[in-house]
């Protein structure tokens, strides 16, 4: 596995490769979540490289950027036992290089949900997941669906701007309990986490509400509510109901038949964690 700290490295690397390349984004701290997206990209006659960089654009000034876990020795064992090709590790000097004047905004979905708590996080998302693109050149990008308003975000950018890779979402990996698989679940404290489960367990709930009928957007939130409250949890972001494809709000208090996505978005004391879940029609 190639270890690549610049980007004359990464183009000498990717200028060997003779077939398809995917790239799998990701922030470092590495669980089974990103171990799936790595192994559902390592196809036969494909490379796989990851990148490892925790982007300060993409967290806002009262965020987790300083305390983010950053675990490289163990990371890189990980990605050589699931069989990852290279891997690009660029130090913030490294990657911002240019002047920092050009910015690449997706709006108004940027703004929304994530976006209107953690304002610039999508632009700064989208400006490095496009810079990565240019220096990986990869033919396949894979992303998790862990992240979903994530996934939307960087397919619109892909097809806004003619970005030749094809966009492929993974499904959300949990731990046995439920609880989504994040690199902050290890700032939970032990009461925490035990509560932590709460959170698809509420999903669980506006998707029992989903099938059982309810089709009011406002039933399904306080479904969830009230399951979030059972377990502790009252500092809650969003509960957020949505179109699956667009993720564009329903026009009207009451859902027709088509899919939806019920996001949650919720704090337990200095961590936020989100997670989601489709309702199949
Ligand atoms: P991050 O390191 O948090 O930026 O995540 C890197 C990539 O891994 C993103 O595409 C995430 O959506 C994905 N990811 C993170 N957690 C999970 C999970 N539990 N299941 C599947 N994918 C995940």
Known sequence: MEWLTDRLALQCWRDGVVGEVAFVPTMGALHEGHLSLVRAARVVSRRVIVSIFVNPTQFGPQEDFARYPRVLVQDRLLLEAAGCDAVFVPSVEEMYRGSGQTRVQVEPLGSDLCGQF??????????????????????????????????????????????????????????????????????????????????????????????????????LQEVARVVLAQHGITVIDYIALRQAESLLPFPDAQIEDQAVVMLLAVRMGTTRLIDNLVFAL
């Open 118 to 219: 953690r304002p610039g996080h999508f632009q700064g998302v989208a400006t490095v997941v496009l810079m990565l693109l240019n220096l990986v050149r990869p033919q396949w990008l894979y992303l998790g669906w862990k992240d979903y308003q994530q996934v939307v975000v960087v397919r619109r950018m892909v097809e806004d701007l003619a970005v030749p890779v094809q966009v492929v979402g993974v499904g959300t990996v949990r731990e046995a309990d439920g609880l989504a698989m994040s690199s902050r679940n290890r700032y939970l404290a032990e009461v925490e986490r035990g509560q932590a489960v709460g959170v698809v367990r509420a999903l669980q709930a506006g998707q029992a509400a989903w099938r059982a009928g309810t089709r009011q957007v406002a039933s």
